[in-house]
C-alpha cells in the first residue's frame, strides 16, 4: 500500500512547487518589509533583494542538477529553466536600482563547549589505540571489514575534533580563554557576552521580548529568521523528496542518501541558526551571520552537486553546445556585478593609503616611548575607519576602538580615563562637541593626535567654557 | 617576487606528490598547501613559527633533490593537465588585478589582515602577547597560509594576502577538472567556468576578501566530493583527512561542517560502501586467504 502511494508521486512536480513556494515566501516577505520599513534592505540590513534573487535563481539550477543526477523525471525541467530565466530578469532590475553600500557590524563569537569535546576526544583516542594495538574489536567482531571500516571512521571522527580539542588547548595555554561549559539553559541567564537587551534576559525572557510589537528589533529579527526557515523548509522538503526518491530508485541509494543525510543536516544547521539569532545575536550581526554562514552550507550542497553533474557530464561523448551556451550566459548575467567587482584595483587609492600609513608608522615611532596605554577613538563615516588605526598601527598595543557615539560613552570608559593618547580624525570635531568645563578634567593630561600634529587641550583666556587645540609636536 | 618563491615551492611540493602519489598536479596542489598548514600550524603552536616556514623551505629543497634524482620518471601526463592550466590563468588574472588592492572593509580590518600583519612582523601566532588582534581564539588555518605566502615579502603587501586567498580557493575548485580526459576540452571549458562563478555567485567578494565563510564551504564540499567521486586510495584519505583539519582550523564554526562531513562519510562507510574501499578490499583479499 505504502509502496504504491509513494511511486504514484511526481518527484518534479514536487521539486517545482517547493521553489514556486519558496520564492512566493522570500518574495512577499521582502515585499511586506519594504512597504512596512522603507529602506530596510538598502540600509539598514544591508539586505540585498538581487543577492537573494541571485541565490534563488542558484537554487533552481541546483534542483536541475539534482534532478539530473537522481534519474527523476525531468518534465518540469523547462519550467525550472523559464523560472529562473525570470529571477535573472528580476535580479538585473534590482541590481539598477539598488547600491552596494552596506554597513559593517562586528561578530560575535561562537564557541562550542570546550569540555565535552576535550572529553570525548580523549575516550576516543584512547579507543581509538586500543582497537589499533591489541585488536579490541576483531575480538568482539570476526568480520576484518567491519574492522577496517570502524578504524576509519574512528579515525575521520578524531581528526577533527583532536585539531579543535589542540587549538582550544592552546588558547587555554595562553591564557586566551578559560574553558567554562557553557549549557544551555531555559530560566537562568548563562549567556553573559550577549550584548542587547534581549540577551540580558533569560531564553524564557527572550522568546517573550523577541515577540512584544513594540519592540524595534523583533521586526527585523523575525524577518532574518523568517529567511532561515524557509530554507530550513525547503531543506525539509528536499530531504522527503530525495527519501521517496530513493525507496523508488534504489540504484542510486550512496548519493541519494548522501543528498538526504545533508538536507537533514541542513534543517539542523538551519535550526541552529535560529537559536543562536534569537539568543546571542543582535540585529547587525544577524545580518552577517544569515548572509554568510547559513550560505557556508549552501555553498557546500551546490558545490557537491555540481561535482556530480560533472561526473555525468565527464561521461557524456557529445555535449549539447546550446546548453553549454544557455548555461554560460546564465552564470554571467546573474554575476555580472560581481565580476565588475574583479576590475584592477586603483594605483591612486593605493598611493594615498601608503601616505598615511606613513604617517601612522611616524606616530607609532613617537609614541614607543609612552607606557601607559594609547586610547583609540575616530568618528568617522568612512567605512572601517575606527578600526582601520588599529590595524595602522600594528604592532603598537592599543585599547579597542570604539565606535559609539562618544558623548556618553567614553567618558564612562575606565581605559580611556587611563590612557593618554587620543586619535582623532579633525579638530573640529573635538573643539565643537566637547567645550564643556565638566570634561575639564578628562582632558587635562590627555594629548590628542589629529592629522599630522600631537596636540594638547588649551582654554580659551576670554571663554573659559571653551577650548581649542594647541599643537606640541609636527609629525 | 614572494610570489615567484611562494609558487615555487608550492609546484616543487604538488610535482612531488603528484610523482610520489601517481596523481594528477591538481589534485596535489591542494594537498601541499593542506601539508603546508599543518606544518605552520605545528610549527606556530609550539612558538617556532618562523622556523616552520623555513622548514618548509628545506622541505621543498630536498623534494627538488628527489625529483631531479628520479627525473626520468616523471610522468608529463600528470602535469600537463587543464587543471593546471586552469590554476595557470586564475593566478595570473589574481595577482593583476590585486596588485595595488587595499582592505577595506570592517572585519578584515579587525581580525583577517590585522591577524596576519601581526604573524608578519612578530613571527609568530597571532595568540601571543605581543600581537594587539582582539578575536584571538578564532582558529588560525587560512591566516598561517596568508603568513606562508608573505614571509619572503620585505613589507607587508596586502594584495599577497589576496592572492594567497585567491589561490587557495582556485586550488580548491581546479581539482575536480582532473577527471576530464585531454579530449574533453568542451566539458572541462563549461566545468571551470561553473567552479569559478558558482561560489563568486554566493559570495560577491570570495575573490576580493579575506573572508573565509566561502572557503569553508568549498573544502566541506571537497571532502565530499573526494570520498563520493574519487577513487578511495591511501592519497585520497589522507587528503580527506588534512581537508578535515584545515576546515576545522579555519573558523570556530569549521568544526560543525567537519563533523557533517564526517557523519555523512562515517554513515556510508558503515552501511553502503561494500566494494569501492580500496583499504576493506585489502583485507577482503586476507580474509579470502
Redesign the interface.
Known amino acids: 500500500m505504502l509502496k504504491k502511494s509513494y511511486q504514484k508521486i511526481n518527484l518534479s512536480k514536487i521539486f517545482a512547487y517547493c521553489f514556486y513556494g519558496f520564492f512566493l515566501l522570500i518574495i512577499s516577505t521582502c515585499f511586506l518589509e519594504t512597504i512596512t520599513h522603507p529602506g530596510l534592505f538598502l540600509n539598514k540590513t544591508g539586505i540585498s533583494l538581487s543577492?537573494l534573487t541571485?541565490?534563488l535563481g542558484?537554487i533552481c539550477l541546483l534542483s536541475y542538477f539534482q534532478l539530473c543526477f537522481s534519474k527523476s523525471s525531468l518534465k518540469y525541467q523547462k519550467t525550472l529553466i523559464i523560472f529562473s530565466l525570470v529571477i535573472i530578469f528580476v535580479t538585473l532590475i534590482l541590481n539598477l536600482i539598488e547600491s552596494s553600500n552596506y554597513p559593517?557590524?562586528?561578530?560575535s563569537?561562537?564557541?562550542?563547549n570546550y569540555f565535552a569535546l576535550n572529553t570525548l576526544s580523549y575516550f576516543l583516542f584512547t579507543f581509538f589505540i586500543l582497537s589499533i594495538f591489541s585488536n579490541l574489536i576483531s575480538k568482539i567482531n570476526i568480520n576484518?571489514?567491519l574492522?577496517?571500516?570502524?578504524i576509519?571512521?574512528l579515525?575521520?571522527?578524531l581528526?577533527?575534533?583532536l585539531?579543535?580539542v589542540?587549538?582550544n588547548q592552546?588558547?587555554y595555554k595562553?591564557n586566551?580563554?578559560i574553558p567554562e561549559p557553557k549549557i544551555f539553559s531555559f530560566t537562568e541567564k548563562k549567556f553573559t557576552f550577549l550584548e542587547d537587551e534581549s540577551k540580558k534576559q533569560p531564553f524564557k525572557d527572550q522568546i517573550t521580548w523577541f515577540f512584544k510589537p513594540t519592540n524595534q528589533y523583533s521586526i527585523y529579527k523575525i524577518f532574518f529568521n523568517l529567511i532561515t526557515v524557509s530554507l530550513g523548509t525547503i531543506f525539509c522538503f528536499t530531504a522527503i523528496l530525495f527519501y521517496i526518491n530513493w525507496l523508488q530508485n534504489k540504484k542510486s541509494?550512496?548519493?541519494g542518501?548522501?543528498l538526504l543525510?545533508?538536507y537533514l543536516?541542513g534543517i539542523a544547521?538551519s535550526a541552529?541558526i535560529i537559536l543562536i539569532s534569537v539568543t546571542m545575536f543582535s540585529v547587525g550581526e544577524l545580518k552577517?551571520f544569515q548572509g554568510?554562514?547559513i550560505?557556508?552550507?549552501?555553498?557546500?550542497?551546490?558545490?557537491?552537486s555540481?561535482?556530480?553533474f560533472?561526473?555525468k557530464?565527464?561521461k557524456?561523448k557529445k555535449?549539447n553546445?546550446l546548453s553549454?551556451i544557455y548555461?554560460?550566459i546564465l552564470?554571467?548575467l546573474?554575476?555580472i556585478?560581481?565580476?565588475i567587482?574583479?576590475?584592477?584595483?586603483?594605483?591612486k587609492?593605493?598611493l594615498n593609503?601608503k601616505k598615511d600609513e606613513i604617517f601612522y608608522q611616524k606616530i607609532e615611532e613617537g609614541l614607543k616611548n609612552s607606557n601607559k596605554p594609547i586610547f583609540l577613538h575616530v568618528i568617522t563615516t568612512e567605512?572601517?575607519g575606527p578600526?582601520?588605526y588599529?590595524?595602522f598601527l600594528?604592532?603598537?598595543?592599543?585599547i579597542?576602538p570604539i565606535w559609539q557615539d562618544w558623548d556618553t560613552f567614553m567618558f564612562k570608559n575606565p581605559a580611556f580615563k587611563t590612557a593618554t593618547h587620543v586619535f582623532l580624525l579633525s579638530k573640529t570635531t573635538i573643539t565643537n562637541k566637547w567645550s564643556d568645563l565638566q570634561i575639564d578634567k578628562i582632558f587635562k593630561d590627555k594629548k590628542f593626535v589629529v592629522n599630522n600634529g600631537l596636540y594638547r587641550v588649551v582654554y580659551k583666556t576670554d571663554d573659559k567654557s571653551s577650548f581649542q587645540l594647541e599643537l606640541i609636536n609636527q609629525f | 617576487m614572494a610570489n615567484l618563491i611562494i609558487l615555487t615551492i608550492i609546484s616543487i611540493f604538488s610535482v612531488f606528490f603528484s610523482h610520489f602519489f601517481k596523481k594528477k598536479i591538481e589534485e596535489t596542489v591542494v594537498f601541499s598547501i593542506f601539508v603546508i598548514i599543518l606544518i605552520l600550524y605545528i610549527c606556530g603552536?609550539l612558538s617556532i613559527l618562523n622556523i616552520g616556514w623555513y622548514f618548509i623551505c628545506l622541505l621543498s629543497l630536498i623534494f627538488l633533490f628527489l625529483l631531479l634524482h628520479s627525473y626520468k620518471k616523471i610522468k608529463p601526463k600528470l602535469l600537463l593537465t587543464y587543471g593546471l592550466g586552469f590554476l595557470v590563468i586564475t593566478t595570473t588574472i589574481s595577482i593583476?588585478?590585486?596588485?595595488?588592492?587595499?582592505?577595506?572593509?570592517?572585519?578584515?580590518?579587525?581580525y583577517w589582515?590585522?591577524a596576519v600583519?601581526?604573524m608578519y612582523?612578530?613571527n609568530e601566532?597571532f595568540?601571543?602577547i605581543?600581537?594587539?588582534v582582539?578575536?584571538?581564539?578564532?582558529?588560525?588555518a587560512s591566516t598561517i597560509f596568508h603568513y606562508f605566502w608573505l614571509k619572503p615579502s620585505k613589507d607587508f603587501d596586502e594584495?599577497l594576502v589576496f592572492i594567497s586567498m585567491n589561490f587557495f580557493i582556485f586550488s580548491l575548485?581546479a581539482s575536480?577538472l582532473s577527471?576530464?580526459k585531454k579530449n574533453?576540452w568542451?566539458?572541462t571549458?563549461?566545468?571551470g567556468?561553473?567552479?569559478f562563478?558558482?561560489?563568486?555567485?554566493?559570495?560577491?567578494?570570495i575573490?576580493?576578501g579575506a573572508?573565509v565563510?566561502?572557503l569553508?564551504?568549498?573544502i566541506?564540499?571537497?571532502i565530499?566530493?573526494i570520498y563520493?567521486?574519487k577513487k578511495n586510495d591511501k592519497f585520497n584519505?589522507y587528503t580527506?583527512?588534512l581537508a578535515?583539519?584545515t576546515?576545522?582550523?579555519t573558523k570556530?564554526?569549521?568544526?560543525?561542517?567537519?563533523?557533517?562531513a564526517?557523519?555523512?562519510?562515517?554513515?556510508?562507510?558503515?552501511?553502503?560502501?561494500k566494494h569501492k574501499?580500496n583499504?576493506?578490499k585489502k583485507?577482503?583479499k586476507?580474509?579470502k586467504k
Open positions: 543577492d541571485a541565490r542558484l559593517n557590524f562586528v561578530f563569537k561562537f564557541h562550542l576484518p571489514v574492522n577496517k571500516k570502524i576509519i571512521s579515525l575521520l571522527f581528526t577533527p575534533i585539531s579543535y589542540s587549538w592552546h588558547l595562553n586566551i580563554i541509494i550512496k548519493i542518501i548522501t543525510i545533508f543536516g544547521y541552529l552577517a554568510r554562514y550560505l557556508t552550507y549552501i555553498l557546500a550542497m551546490i558545490m557537491f555540481l561535482y556530480l560533472l561526473i557530464l565527464n557524456q555535449i553546445l553549454i548555461l554560460s552564470f554571467f546573474i554575476n556585478p560581481n565580476l567587482n574583479l576590475k584592477p584595483a586603483d594605483k587609492i593605493f593609503r567605512n572601517a578600526i582601520s588599529r590595524y600594528v604592532p603598537v598595543q592599543i579597542s | 603552536i593583476i588585478i590585486h596588485k595595488y588592492r587595499l582592505v577595506t572593509s570592517f572585519d578584515e580590518f579587525n589582515f590585522l600583519k601581526n612582523v612578530n601566532l595568540t601571543s605581543n600581537s594587539n582582539s578575536a584571538k581564539s578564532c582558529p588560525p594584495s575548485i575536480p577527471i576530464f574533453q568542451k566539458q571549458l563549461m566545468a567556468l561553473f567552479l562563478l558558482i561560489p563568486l555567485t554566493l559570495y560577491n567578494y575573490y576580493t573572508y565563510d566561502g569553508m564551504g568549498l566541506f564540499a571537497y565530499l566530493y563520493f567521486i584519505l580527506i583527512l578535515l583539519i576546515l576545522t582550523l570556530n564554526t569549521g568544526i560543525i561542517f567537519a563533523m557533517a564526517v557523519i555523512i562519510i562515517i554513515i556510508n562507510i558503515l552501511f553502503f560502501d574501499n583499504f576493506i583485507t577482503k586476507i580474509s
